[in-house]
């Protein structure tokens, strides 16, 4: 069973003022992963629940056990706490899963908004919002919820949605190479995290082989020759700083789609070194779409990740939610 903490505290009254109040002081959530980035999740707790305690702040934290998990605490601090805010201590996977459940009740007409301290390995949900990896920054932002904006969610198969992005073939695989990588957690506990996607790019590259699929954008088809990944993105970042589609937004109303054709492997040797900068958009291997529903079919199954996560394989249906989740973010 999950291991759950409670703790309350609340501010008292000063001494001087004799008449008796009902404190009202708003009890946030929390849903913590504490082996998110090779346990840097639990030495960030630690941290912040000092912080918490020391401050006389009321809270209810949740801890993760496994995978899938952070969904149904995210579900029960709603329900039966009635918290308004919810702070995910962990990695992209952590937040995609605590979302998801937050999502599932902001369709019922239930609203509570998400704020993230980073801890995981690429953290690129953390970049698109301008939250700080310094944990007691990122938790002073969550306290003080002064800005927060709607964002998109990209609604897939099996009723799951995903925050970053969604895609089907070479990136796939790399992530699901990476998460089962050992090199992930040695890399972890030394901040560098983000090179395990790199590693696990090169070692996709040399072996993988592309099929041909076809994509759909708003009732429009496209045959795919050679198709290496098709990506839909809700923000610029994936795979730990890769800038898949620069020009993402997840305020407009759309999402992006990038794409990847070639016959020969080392034809895309320049997009390797330049999608971490975003530069590779003007490859003549790389096409972009923009639209509200895509589906994905390919000749073969190709294995589809959803913010980082494994998410089956194609054939792949994907609806976009316009301004279905409340996050809290950084000025």
């Given at each position: ?79 039966e706490h009635h918290v ?152 610029p970042f994936y795979g ?92």
């Amino acid at each position: 069973m999950p291991f759950t903490i409670y703790h309350f505290t609340y501010y008292k009254r000063p001494i001087q003022q004799k008449r008796q109040v009902t404190s009202t002081m708003e009890i946030f959530g929390i849903i913590v992963n504490p082996l998110s980035g090779n346990g840097r999740g639990s030495n960030i707790w630690m941290e912040i629940k000092e912080y918490l305690h020391t401050h006389h702040i009321a809270y209810l934290a949740k801890i993760t056990t496994k995978a899938g998990e952070a969904a149904q605490h995210a579900i029960t601090l709603i329900q039966e706490h009635h918290v308004k805010r919810i702070l995910v201590i962990g990695g992209d996977g952590t937040i995609h899963e605590a979302a998801g459940g937050i999502w599932q009740l902001h369709t019922e007409g239930v609203t509570c908004a998400l704020a993230v301290i980073p801890a995981g390995t690429g953290n690129d949900f953390a970049k698109a919002y301008g939250i700080p990896t310094q944990p007691i920054k990122a938790l002073q932002i969550a306290l003080a919820a002064t800005t927060t904006v709607q964002i998109d969610l990209l609604h897939a198969i099996h009723n799951q949605v995903a925050v970053n992005s969604i895609g089907a073939g070479f990136d796939g695989m790399v992530a699901k190479i990476t998460n089962e990588a050992s090199y992930k957690k040695f890399l972890n506990r030394f901040g560098l995290g983000g090179l395990s996607y790199f590693i696990s790019i090169l070692r996709v590259f040399v072996t993988y082989q592309p099929s041909t699929a076809w994509l759909e954008v708003d009732g429009t088809t496209y045959e795919l020759p050679h198709m290496w990944l098709a990506a839909v993105a809700n923000i610029p970042f994936y795979g730990g700083s890769i800038q898949i589609c620069p020009t993402a937004s997840p305020h407009d109303g759309l999402a992006d789609v990038v794409v990847i054709q070639s016959k020969g492997r080392f034809r895309l040797l320049p997009v390797l070194f330049t999608v971490y900068q975003g530069k590779h958009t003007k490859h003549p291997a790389v096409s972009f779409y923009k639209g509200k529903n895509i589906s994905i079919r390919t000749e073969k199954p190709l294995l589809v990740q959803a913010d980082g996560e494994y998410a089956g394989s194609t054939p792949l249906h994907i609806e976009l939610i316009p301004a279905a989740l409340s996050v809290i973010r950084s000025t």
